[in-house]
């Protein structure tokens, strides 16, 4: 019997020593839960499993390397190559957050290890074929702004991203091509404001889904929000000093839902120009 109390004991501590508190606060403290789904996503697709090493001449480290995720860009930086160890410098953002790094890393075999001492950080750069994988400690997590990461998979040369809001989660493939259709070349708008969002009420009770999205770091002078059905599409996004407001419903072309409304008041920015007015 005594034997099980102290078994149980154990349990009971190591589960209360194990548990840990994200120490990072900024503009937008409180996620959403879409905002952590987010999270979630983005070091997912940092993490995927490592290729299958092949033999890399240290010569060939040399250059860019680009991680190509959107609002979660980083950009790696090798000069000074020998057999034994190369120089780096590493930047990343998250949004409008951004944290960078620099140092010399040592080359062992199909892989390169950089450490400091001052905060025991330690990153692991993995070779293959046109990909450098950076691995990252958790320790890392301090040299950089809110939501920036170091880990993920670095492509040869400069930044090509490729994505749409399907990909990144705002809208499926039948509102995508709604939505398309109603904002036009303003699409890219939406896309680049999109870096964080969540889900909220349609106060107009237009039986729409509505997706408020922000860049994080800057939430009050760049976002967007969308309020869409099968049939009608109601949006805005800032775009410099102005914000961009679309619709196909004829109703609502020339004034602004409620839910908008009230969108808008949050933002730094007050001129509306209206898709009559593009």
Not at 41 to 56: G, K, N, S, Y
Not at 117 to 136: G, K, M, W
Not at 194 to 217: A, H, I, M, P, Q
Not at 225 to 247: G, L, P, Q, W
């Amino acid at each position: 019997m005594k034997k099980t109390l102290v078994v149980l004991l154990i349990v009971v501590l190591v589960g209360v020593g194990g548990f840990a508190v994200d120490q990072f606060l900024d503009d937008e403290s409180v996620p959403a839960v879409s905002e952590v789904e987010e999270n979630e996503r983005v070091e997912e697709e940092a993490e995927e499993t490592l290729e299958p090493a092949v033999e890399v001449k240290p010569s060939d480290l040399t250059g860019k390397w680009t991680r190509n995720i959107l609002h979660y860009t980083g950009h790696l930086n090798i000069i000074d190559v020998t057999e034994e160890r190369f120089r780096f410098t590493l930047n990343v953002i998250a949004g409008a957050n951004v944290g960078g790094m620099e140092g010399e890393a040592v080359i062992s075999g199909d892989s390169a290890t950089f450490k400091t001492s001052e905060i025991d950080c330690e990153l692991t750069f993995h070779f293959s074929e046109d990909l450098i994988t950076i691995e990252q400690s958790d320790e890392c997590m301090s040299w950089g702004g809110v939501g920036t990461f170091f880990n993920g998979e670095y492509e040869r040369g400069d930044m090509k991203v490729e994505t749409d809001l399907i990909e990144q989660g705002v809208l499926s493939e039948e509102e995508d091509h709604l939505f398309r259709e109603v904002v036009g070349d303003d699409y890219e708008l939406y896309l680049s404001n999109f870096n964080v969002y969540s889900e909220v009420e349609d106060t107009d009770g237009l039986e729409t889904t509505v997706k408020k999205g922000f860049v994080r770091g800057i939430a009050a002078s760049n976002g967007g929000i969308i309020m869409i059905n099968e049939e009608y599409v109601y949006a805005a996004v800032t775009d410099d000093d102005v914000i961009r407001y679309h619709s196909n419903d004829p109703v609502y072309k020339g004034k602004l839902p409620v839910t908008i409304s009230e969108w808008v008041d949050e933002m730094v920015i007050d001129e509306v120009v209206m898709e009559s007015e593009s």
